[in-house]
């Protein structure tokens, strides 16, 4: 969460949900820069990845939603669902905040968990609250955050029903917490544990470790003890999540062979590698790294049908408040990534291969290397070859876009800049999604870096792509169909 957000919606909301919705539908469905195949909501704003569950044969996604505007504010659960994980439909507003309820102020992120026909979600109840309470500090010193949990035993999931009271209404006796929220759940022999987001002033963001024999009983939920915790970076900033004292949105699953922790912090997203001691319930880290190097946060996994770990991120804006608010929206989901664990403990990451069912026909690249993706949108596979140099740019006219490069001496990639050394055994692959205002581009099957790009006017210009190097580069590209013809407008109803 970033101060300005919630500041924002501090005594503002109702003034700016007035002002909002002066982009109107027929504007949303036909403005360029709103993705033709990337999930979000019909308007207004989204955040977070939110308990995404497979349950009766359909991927479920919720997500962060302010109701009333294209900024953060009253903060609800969207629900879309999709037979593929590539097409959606949206349903109604799964929960919204409960006046007097201890999510008064907003139904933060939480998990899913399905437990025979019924789905549990976990989340982070908000409300304002006194500074004795409260627990997040970063501003008013005034909001209290508690787990909380819904539940739903229809089908369609579209019935949901809450307990009015928290499953875990304090963080821990004498604890001094930087934040408390975005609970993950899940079960292991007789026991349901659950991970939550927090941290320690000064000295840096954990991951609290509950377990309890009943997902639903409240005060059952024993504190166990920090699952692991970073440090801070030394530097104050008001918003403890700035610095390293606050984890956010942690995410803690078994893979391949090991266990993976995935959790949000000073602007960007990690994952560290290793082995969970299921007697001491400790997990001892081996290996970390970053998930993503651009505009990518609060991830959020699933298993999907056939047990692969799928990651869903929130995709932020790169533009202000306004300009949010004159489009009429903000955000999106990424694209489903595949995550795998390799023998030496490294996060592979891959675009879900079924988006290959979205190509819609290829497109001609040139024999000097390079190619044009019409209307801002198009898919890129640009093969490398180790030993042998890499440059990939795209550009709108004369402003470049994004650049990626390949230095073979360093076995690294750069992406505008930004270094990213490979492993011995990993290719120099560059796998981008071009979408109306995102390009989405997966590093050497190893890092995403998600790049958001604005332009002007009614029209979606071409994307010029030029690739050079040394030898053996193979471009592919391909025009991609939209999941919908409206960009995803229709109305939950
Ligand atoms: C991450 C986050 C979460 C919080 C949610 C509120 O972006 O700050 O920690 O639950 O957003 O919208």
Known sequence: MKINRRHFLIGTSALLALQDGFASEPSLAHDPRRPQFHLLPAKNWMNDPNGPIYFNGKYHMFFQYNPLAAVWGDMSWYHSVSPDMIHWTHLPIAFTPTPGGPDSFGCFSGSAIGV?????????????????????????????????LAYSDDPRLIQWTKLPQPIIPLPPTGMQVTGFRDPSAWKQGDWYYMTVGSGVANVGGCVLLYRSKQIEVPTRWEYLHALTGGEWNGHKTANPCDDGEMWECPDFFALDGGHVLIYSTLGKVFWQSGE????????????????????????????????????????????????????????????PRVLNLDSNGTLRVTPLPELDQLRDGALPVKASGGCTLPDASGELLCAGVPGSSLELTMSEGTTELLRVRYLPEKHTMIADGKEFPLENGDA????????????????????????????????APGIDVRVAGSSGIKLSAWKIKAISSNRLTTQAS
Not at 429 to 458: M, N
């Open 116 to 148: 025979g026909g019924r789905v549990y979600q976990v989340y982070t109840g908000t409300r304002v609250a006194s500074k004795e309470l409260a627990t997040i500090r970063d501003g008013e010193d005034k909001i209290q955050e508690s787990q909380c």
């Open 276 to 335: 969970l001691d299921t007697a001491a319930m400790k997990f001892h880290v081996s290996k970390t790294g970053e998930l993503d190097l651009g505009a990518f946060y609060a991830p959020k996994t699933q298993l999907d049908a056939h047990g692969r770990r799928i990651l869903w991120g929130w995709i932020q804006e790169r533009r202000s408040q306004d300009a949010m608010r004159a489009a009429g929206w903000s955000g999106m989901m990424s694209l």
């Open 428 to 459: 120099p692959v560059v796998h981008a999604f071009v979408d109306g205002s995102v390009i989405e581009v997966i590093l050497g099957q190893r890092i995403g870096y998600t790049k958001r790009f604005y332009f002007e006017g009614s029209v």
